[in-house]
C-alpha cells in the first residue's frame, strides 16, 4: 500500500549541514518528497508535537532540542513508506543503531539523533497535519 509519513531532519543534522545528504539518500530509497519546508519550531510547538511524551523525564530536554534551531519537516510518499522509514532511520539510540541508517551516521546519542519518522499509520496523519495542510503537498 502507497503510505505518506512524516519525516524531520531534527536541529542537530540541519545545523551539521547534513541536511542534503539525508535528503539524497531518502531520494536513492525510493521515497518521493510530496511536502517540504524549513522552519523553525518554538518550544510550545516542539511541546506540541511531542505531547505524547508530555510525562516521560526527556521531554523538557528533547522540546529544548527541538526548538535550538531550524528543522527540515518532509512529507514522504512510498509503498510501506511508514515501515521502511523506520528502518532506514534506525533505531532511537544513535550509537546503537545499525550502520548504514541515518541515526548512525549522522547521529550522536539517544537524544540528538538527526531524524524522526511517524511510527503508525494514525501518528502519521496527525504529524502530517501538524506540519502541512492538503493544498502544500504535492
Ligand atoms: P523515536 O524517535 O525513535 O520514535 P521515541 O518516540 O521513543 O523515539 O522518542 C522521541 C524522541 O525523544 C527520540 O527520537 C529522541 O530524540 C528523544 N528520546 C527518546 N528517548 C530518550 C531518552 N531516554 N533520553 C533522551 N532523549 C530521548
Ligand atoms: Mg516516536
Known amino acids: ?3 505518506r509519513t512524516l519525516s524531520l531532519i531534527k536541529p542537530d543534522c540541519v545545523s551539521a549541514k547534513n541536511a542534503g545528504k539525508v535528503i539524497d539518500i531518502l531520494e536513492k530509497n525510493g521515497f518521493l518528497i510530496v511536502g517540504m519546508k524549513k522552519i523553525k519550531l518554538s518550544k510550545e ?5 511531542y505531547a505524547v511524551h508530555k510525562d ?3 521531554f523538557k530536554s ?5 526548538s535550538e534551531g531550524p ?3 518532509m512529507v514522504l510518499e512510498k509503498e510501506n513508506a511508514i515501515t521502511d522509514y ?6 532511537t ?23 524522526h519518522g511517524s511510527d503508525s499509520p494514525d ?6 497535519g501538524y506540519f502541512f495542510s492538503e493544498l502544500e503537498l504535492v
Open 71 to 73: 528543522i527540515v519537516a
Open 86 to 91: 523506520r528502518a532506514l532511520m534506525g533505531e
Open 93 to 115: 539510540d544513535s550509537t546503537k543503531a545499525k550502520e548504514g541508517t541515518l541515526r548512525a551516521q549522522f547521529g550522536t546519542d539517544i537524544e540528538r539523533n538527526a531524524v
Open 56 to 58: 516521560r523525564p526527556f
Open 45 to 49: 510547538a516542539a511541546e506540541g508535537f
Open 62 to 66: 528533547l522540546t529544548d532540542f527541538m
Open 1 to 3: 500500500m502507497i503510505e
Open 123 to 128: 501518528t502519521a496523519k496527525f504529524e502530517i
